[in-house]
């Protein structure tokens, strides 16, 4: 019998492997220079979770959770995003009780039943950020500043910040009628999905790609002539914040998100290395989902990367790196050699030391082939004559010189050797 993996998922090894343990290091450096701390919380949640933070009517929400009931009747769900999963935990561990505001990160899978194609998955990594317990621009401020010195530290370059004010869910509701009304009688320009749209989420048409409906989206009426006075002061002060950290980036005032918790300030990061899913990172504030979950009135913003797409936006002079140039490679021959190879390997290790030996490989040549794939800087060489005399030939890989070098001290000799490269 063979198994297949699921459509949507895959197997990260090698240069992706490195790549995400890479970009993971990054986020714990650059998150924690910004005074995020880390959180897990679990892949599976209570569905209701979801539903209530998302949206019903989302197209998560709809159509991509992978849910479940079970052996308890508990309906269940695969998260398909982390903010939610994070604010009940704020809740549940009474961070909101403790003074001032939260500050996590969070590096996790992530699950989504979408159709397969290049840049999206349905099982897919996101590294995030979210701050809570604060209504200051100064924090949508930072958590943009945070994503950007991440992108940059990460080797993403060329990626573009385009920024919306989506005002709060009352001046929504006026906006969503006032978009109705427009929109109704262009229906003969919107393509099918923006008719559905019509009725079930107003807001999503503005999304829209098709170049008829763009046509129509262009002329209808902008939020922005919605919004109140505080909510247009706090998204300019979020702006002059950017400003004066030197961050780029452009108004998008027909930007909405595929995710209904978001209030005033959200953004979106595009790269043009993306292709049709140009999303790289996105995120917002969401001023309600706190209290929705039973919190007290309190504020908070954050962001996720898509990291499968942030691999797939590296430059090529940023490769994930290979195994380490200082890894000693040990090639012996004949069984008593093996055997004291595989205690010089262990002592090597022991001391932090990365070395490696192919037991399967019986030949020198076919260990030197090996050593030689493991990209390993050194080989030690033992044979049988060597270890009468008590000794071993240390190989330089990157101009073949040979030295011999005594069996005894070996470990010392070779971790003071790997100290002065
Ligand atoms: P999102 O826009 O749904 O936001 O997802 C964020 C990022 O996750 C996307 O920009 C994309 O890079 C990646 N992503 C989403 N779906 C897929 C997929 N099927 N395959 C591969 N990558 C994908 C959120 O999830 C919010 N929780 C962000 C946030 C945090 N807002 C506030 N705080």
Redesign the pocket.
Known sequence: MHFKRLRGTHDIYGDEARGFERLEAAAREVFGVFGFEEIRTPVMEEKELFTRALGNDTDVVQKEMYEFEDRSKVRIALRP???AGIVRAYLENNFDKREGLCKFYYVGPMF?S?RPQA???RQ?H?I?V?TLGTDSPYADAEVIQCLAAYLDRAGAGGYKIKLNNLGTFEERKHFKGELKKYFEPHQKGLCEDCVRRLEKNVFRILDCKVESCRKVIEKSPPIENFLNAESKAHYAAVCEALDAVGIKYTHDFYMV???DYYTKTVFEITHSKLGAQD??????R?DSLIETFGGKPAGAV?????V??LLMCLSPEEPAQGPSANTFFIATLGEEAFREGFKLLSRLRVRGVAALMDFSAKSLKSQMRSADKSKSRYVIILGEDELKKGIFILKDMTNGSQKELGLKEAVDSLVSLRGTN
């Open positions: 995003e982390g903010t989504r979408e840049g999206r998955l897919f996101q995030g979210e998100r595929g995710l999303a790289l990172a996105a995120g917002g969401y954050g962001f996720a990367i898509g499968e797409r």
